[in-house]
């Protein structure tokens, strides 16, 4: 097993999920049954429309299964809840409010004492690097800043699950590189249970300890690969033998299910 504990943090057991679509229905997950263990990294990949973005829904509470049932903490997830967090590609940050309400939202509605919000707050502006624009708005950031603002808001409020939706996906390469490497760095410092989906092999083996390869659709798990690469990982990580073993089987196994698709 290659999560951190052997205490089962999310359990998502034999999840179906059909949409009524505009020709039809349409299965986007069948049968999908793994588990995530507490404190552990795990990554999702898989070809375009296999169902991830819906699994995390359903892992967040955003949307129900067809069938099946997920549980964080032997609980069944039944909508959203403040130890799940969620950090989304397009960065859903409210625009009207500054970096720092932004980051301050969450632990408002956690109705702590002022002095312990601004606290929170200043330490999670520092960790992402963005203290001296507390007072900026959305639109006066770049999207790596933007995300960062994301991920803080999410980390402030101390979710026990972060699931993150393609976070990276719509920056530039270095930006990208350079925020996988501050999330290794909080995962590191701060362990949480995360769920990361992403189109970038090599970004799934740089963060994770397991990557969930998923099958075109309808989505199932098509394999769950152990990343036993140690910590503390660096960007010259993805030089070593073992990464480029390991990115070179995952990246084959997922361009066969992008076959299927195109078939
Ligand atoms: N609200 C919806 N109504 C109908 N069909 C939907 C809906 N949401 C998703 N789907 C369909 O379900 C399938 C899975 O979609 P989903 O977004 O979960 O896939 P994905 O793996 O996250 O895709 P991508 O990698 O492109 O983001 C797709 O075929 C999609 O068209």
């Given at each position: ?6 205490t ?10 059909i ?19 507490e404190n ?7 070809p ?6 819906t ?14 049932k997920?549980?964080?903490d ?10 799940r ?7 859903a ?13 969450g ?22 690097d ?5 007072e ?6 770049s ?18 699950v972060?699931l ?6 719509a ?11 501050e999330?290794l ?11 990361f ?8 083996i ?9 099958s075109?659709?309808?989505?199932r ?6 990343v036993?690469?140690?910590y503390?990982?660096t ?22 299910e992008y076959?299927e698709?195109?078939?």
């Amino acid at each position: 097993m290659a999560g951190n504990s052997c205490t089962v943090k999310v359990k998502i057991d034999n999840v179906k999920k059909i949409y009524d679509g505009r020709n039809g229905e349409v299965v986007a997950l069948n049968g999908v049954s793994f588990d995530i263990m507490e404190n552990e990294f795990v990554c999702v990949v898989g070809p375009s429309g296999c169902g991830k973005s819906t699994l995390l829904n359903i892992i967040a509470g955003l949307g129900n299964p067809t069938s099946g049932k997920v549980y964080v903490d032997n609980k069944e997830v039944v909508g959203t809840g403040i130890e799940r967090g969620v950090v989304f590609q397009q960065y859903a940050l409210f625009p009207w409010l500054t970096v720092r309400k932004n980051v301050e939202f969450g632990l408002k509605l956690k109705k702590l004492k002022k002095q312990e919000i601004t606290e929170i707050t200043n330490r999670y502006l520092d960790m992402v690097d963005l203290r001296e624009f507390a007072e900026s708005y959305p639109k006066e950031l770049s999207g790596g800043m933007k995300q960062r603002v994301a991920i803080a808001r999410a980390y402030a409020v101390n979710p026990e699950v972060l699931l993150l939706d393609e976070p990276f996906g719509a920056l530039d390469a270095q930006t990208r590189t350079q925020l996988q490497s501050e999330l290794l760095e909080t995962w590191e410092k701060e362990k949480k249970t995360c769920f990361f989906i992403t189109h970038d092999v090599d970004e799934a083996i740089i963060l994770s300890q397991r990557v969930v390869i998923m099958s075109a659709r309808p989505g199932r798990v098509k394999e769950i690969v152990d990343v036993n690469i140690p910590y503390p990982r660096t960007q010259e990580t993805k030089m070593t033998k073992e990464f480029l073993d390991l990115k070179n089987y995952i990246w084959s196994q997922v361009y066969q299910e992008y076959l299927e698709v195109r078939k």
